[in-house]
């Protein structure tokens, strides 16, 4: 049985009564649950696979500036990733909580000898230094995290909104969006809400 269907019928049974916001719960709890359920070796392989996809795509473009996260809950490992970059002299941004706007994010830069400290969500994030906040509309890259994804490059995050409200309208500015993921994350279709934002591309290993 495939992910898709095992979810198809697990999360949405037939005359369920089960609301958008519960579907979309539902379905964050699959497959998370997936994607927990990977190997050591399964996760070594993807963080070394999605390398070339992003190099792929990065070098048909005029890219500086790029916003990458630190993978967190079984996330598609972007360490060897991050390395990768440094080494081809792209310069790296983390996604760091914004201390006085609730629910947004701040983007600071981070070298290998960038110091680190756990948010409240315990994910690890640069200290917070203004003179190193780049603002969103500066990025050429946001690199995504994502719980799910589908075909129509929709993405369903953890519920806390703040890539959504990051990339609200992202069309008009100068970034482009891009989800990472394990295949194993994609289903027929998201349960979108209208806030939710499609991304402009998704690379799933």
């Not at 994010?105 to 680190?116: C, E, G, I, R, V």
């Not at 890259?141 to 992202?170: C, H, S």
Request: glycine share 4%; proline share 6%; charged share 20%.
């Amino acid at each position: 049985m495939s992910i898709i269907s095992s979810y198809s019928q697990i999360i949405f049974p037939e005359n369920s009564a089960f609301n958008k916001t519960n579907q979309r719960q539902q379905l964050r709890q699959f497959i998370r649950k997936q994607r927990s359920a990977l190997s050591i070796q399964q996760q070594l392989d993807a963080e070394q696979k999605i390398i070339a996809p992003v190099l792929e795509f990065l070098h048909t473009r005029p890219v500086k500036n790029i916003a990458i996260y630190l993978s967190f809950d079984g996330e598609l490992s972007t360490k060897a990733l991050i390395q990768t970059l440094w080494q081809q002299g792209y310069h790296l941004y983390l996604p760091v909580l914004h201390p006085f706007s609730d629910g947004n994010l701040l983007f600071l830069a981070y070298t290998p000898d960038t110091p680190l400290r756990k948010n409240k969500f315990s994910i690890s994030e640069p200290k917070l230094d203004v003179t190193q906040v780049l603002p969103a509309n500066q990025l050429d890259i946001i690199f995504t995290p994502l719980v799910a994804f589908d075909q129509q490059k929709n993405r369903l995050g953890m519920g806390g909104g703040f890539y959504d409200r990051t990339l609200e309208n992202w069309q008009q500015k100068n970034f482009l969006p891009i989800g990472l993921a394990h295949q194993c994350q994609q289903v027929s279709e998201i349960p979108c809400e209208a806030w939710d934002i499609p991304l402009f591309d998704i690379f799933a290993v």
